[in-house]
């Protein structure tokens, strides 16, 4: 029972647009909510979060937005750069750590 | 400036083999985990720590122990590995003030024949 979900495994985007990553989840419970961003063969980095009383985070070119009423949020990224092609794990929390539940992540590819 | 190192990096185990993989940190952080990521899955939690000496299931710990003697080093074992344990493995830590933002090792990968 997947509790957080990102529909799309792929996304492809041209330099300089905008990309945005989107990710849904079904416990009501969950109140804190991250994205992290992986590298081929590197472990996980932590990028962006906010917690269920915002619906918007912003750092830098990484905004973060939540819909809580729809149990949705989405993560954008403007302008896309080549770097930033990687799998983007969205992440839900209870306000535990040790229940941190992860989306299948979207593979992000950003063409020059 | 480690951070989270993971050894090995990778392995290949026949059926019914066991081995411990070792994460250490040198951040001092008190949570530490570890995940499985397989195709399609995302991570899934197997086990994880909240301090030295402690230790609880997660969402997918069956066929896995853990121990947690020091506070920098939280080791997984494989009993009698099995081929539905060929998987990538993450190790992470927390400082237990920012819930959820985890530092993440580079991974093993584990094949099990």
């Known amino acids: 029972d997947q509790q957080v979900k990102q529909n799309s495994p792929s996304l492809s985007v041209q330099e300089g647009r905008i990309s945005i990553l989107n990710c849904d989840y079904t416990?009501?419970?969950?109140?804190?909510f991250l994205w992290y961003k992986k590298y081929p063969a590197e472990g996980p980095t932590f990028l962006i979060s906010i917690s269920s009383i915002k619906d918007k985070n912003e750092d830098g070119r990484f905004t973060v937005f939540l819909n809580k009423s729809a149990k949705h949020l989405s993560l954008h990224i403007v302008p896309s750069q080549p770097g930033d092609s990687a799998v983007y794990f969205c992440?839900?929390?209870?306000?535990?750590?040790?229940?941190?539940?992860f989306g299948a992540g979207t593979r992000l590819t950003v063409k020059p | 400036n480690a951070g989270v190192t993971q050894t090995p990096k990778f392995r290949v185990l026949k059926t019914g083999q066991s081995m411990t993989l070792l994460c250490a940190q040198d951040m001092n952080h008190e949570y530490m985990y570890w995940y499985r990521q397989d195709p399609g899955m995302g991570l899934r939690l197997i086990h994880y720590s909240v301090g030295e000496g402690t230790t609880a299931k997660g969402e997918v710990p069956d066929g896995y122990n853990v121990s947690r003697l020091k506070k920098q080093n939280f080791l997984l074992g494989l009993e009698s590995a099995a081929p539905s344990q060929t998987s990538v493995y993450f190790c992470?830590?927390?400082?237990?003030?920012?819930?959820?933002?985890?530092?993440f090792g580079q991974g093993t990968r584990l094949t099990v024949v």
């Open positions: 992470a830590s927390s400082p237990w003030f920012e819930p959820g933002e985890a530092f």
């Open positions: 992440a839900a929390s209870d306000g535990n750590n040790n229940d941190m539940r």
């Open positions: 416990n009501s419970m969950f109140d804190y």
